[in-house]
């Protein structure tokens, strides 16, 4: 085929997933409850408890309010929920036989993926970048050079994410399994990604002696978001955990290698 | 006559108008009471030290620019200042045994550096003032090596760990004095062949100008700081009404004409 029609067909796929996403109202709802209830009613409703009360004491020792310290964490989340859930676009497509007409086209396996998943990450950074409007509430600043950027990172960490979904996709067979199955996955990668505490023994000598268990520090260490939550914390209101350079080269790494994982799985099915 | 179809993503464009103008609407929401609360007090408390000129002087027709500011920021909000000197500020090396608390302080004024230490305690609102070491001799430069060097360190968060290395580097004596008498008399005893001291305490000390030198200690290392209020972490509303109100204050040029009253952009003598 020649490259042009090849792009067509690109497109085409990309449309279709970009299209079907956001005619769905019920989906769009979902990327809108997430930062409500996550920065509305959990960053308020805590925040309390991390202001400050006596200068000098130790509570909260990160040089951000909570609600700061929250907020890129909350994209992530919404990055999460609907990447991996892209894999029921897969499922259904599976089940009512679409993907069956599309893979007998003459477009290459590999093209039709790309399609799939980069109308997939396009439509998780949306969801994304929808929680940027609550910026002025979480009383964060950001220049367009930021915005960008954290715009740019989003696609990468969704790509991942959504290619992490298609291989979640081979493995299961039921819409009702899969619902099961996303929640137990993005749950505990959310909680343990440091997004809703801070965890830097590193960072000063009061944060130090903060202590916690061992082993929530060994699961926090070893979960790739951490360092995509870590990487937007950068961007966004300039504070790592981390070394800065740890985020990108996960979220990179992740999105190559669960693309070419689903790659090989999209050509057994 | 058959009716021109509809664009294929105006659907799409509603449903992600509706939830972005919903978001929009969300971020309006105040995250917090802090404002509300002075309001109905209708006075804002600033806690300063008895003294830090040019911040905080005792003269009551010059009272120091960190006072005159905070009447303007009250003034701008059509609030009262109420000024509450507290002793204890500046005494410790550890802020929390200053004892400000919530219920004395609204603002913490006198000498609060921009530094990632204070901001782990407090939120800060940069006065357009900077800090940072300031060496006096009689030469107006460092002393040959093995000098004994008089330090005061001040409290404003510049970091007493590198001066300290810096010192030891260059073979200096370092001997640590308690206050600004201390500090004056070891280098006009001959105590002290220089003395380091932070920038505002170093224009408080009463020493002859013709035949004492100040400079700036300008190494790398030695990072300046920002000035700034302190405000309560968490306390977002009124973070935001106080940060409009001093741009308003900068916009009109009266900021400015403060730190010329004071001599606050003044290099040091």
Redesign the interface.
Known sequence: MEPMMLLRGLYAIWLRE??RA??D?AQ??G??SR??IWL?IL??GL??Y????????VR????????QFLFPAVIVLNIMYTSIQFAVSVIWDREFGFLREVLVSPLPRPLILLGKVLGGSTIAT?HGS??L???????VTLSLSQMFTALGLMFVLAFGLTSFGVILAARVRSFEGFGVFSNTIILPLYFTSSSVFPLDPAL?R?QMVTAYPEWLVFLVQINPITYAVDMLRGVLIGFNQFPPGYGPAVIFGMAALFFVVALIDFGRS | MSRPRPSRWRSAAVNIGIVAALLFAASFLPPDTSLADRQRAGVIKLCVPPSFPPLVTSDPSAPGYDIELGQALAAELGLRLAVNTVPSIGRDYNPRNWSLTRAQCDLVGGGVADSVQTRSFMQTLPTQTQTGWIGISRTGAMPAAGSVVAVLPGTSGLSRVTLSSWLRARNYRGKLVRDTKELAQALTSGEASAVITERFLAAGLELDERQYQSFWLDEPQFEGFPMALGLWKGDQTFKSAVAAAFETIERSGRAAQLRERYGIDAEPQ
């Open positions: 970009i299209t956001t005619r109202r769009l709802i990327g809108v930062p409500l509305l960053g308020v925040n309390p991390f202001r400050g009360e006596v200068y000098g004491e909260f020792v990160i040089p951000y309010t909570y609600l949306l929808l929680v409007i609550l910026a002025r509430f979480a009383d000063t009061t």
